[in-house]
């Protein structure tokens, strides 16, 4: 068994590139890897649409969109320790059955919340409630 100084870690919400929270990974050492989805097995909610939760769920799931990136092992823990409360990570099943190291919500977390599933991912969600709306 040979250890790896990197972990291959996805993200679906504010660490992403360009997004609130990304510094996190930048300032660890992280390099972005690709664009991927899930294996459509995952719900999102919108948590105060300040970031989304993904749950993995039996049913009612679908393919969400998320980076991958590749985080110095050191770096792992200090991220986690920046994420909102109720954000964990966990393991991750892609869309071509790779699993990786991800962030997953905690399910008290999604109660009450808007499940934004349907958009396929954070940034979509995101870009179509900043649209003007039709009146």
């Given at each position: ?7 291959d870690l996805a993200v679906n919400g504010t660490l992403m590139r360009?997004?609130e929270l990304n510094p996190n990974l930048l300032n660890v050492g ?98 179509a409630i900043a649209l003007p709306q039709d009146i």
């Open positions: 068994m040979t250890f790896s100084e990197s972990v360009g997004l992280a390099t972005f890897v690709r664009e991927t989805t899930t294996a459509p097995i995952y719900r999102l909610w919108s948590i105060g649409d300040r970031h989304p939760a993904m749950l993995r769920v039996t049913t009612g799931g679908r393919a969400i969109a998320l980076e991958i990136w590749s985080v110095p092992v050191t770096g792992v823990c200090q991220i986690l320790q920046q994420e909102p409360p109720g954000l964990s990570i966990g393991k991750v099943i892609l869309a071509d059955d790779a699993v990786v190291l991800g962030v997953l919500g905690e399910p008290f977390l999604c109660e009450h919340q808007l499940e934004i599933t349907e958009w396929g991912g954070w940034r979509v969600y995101t870009q």
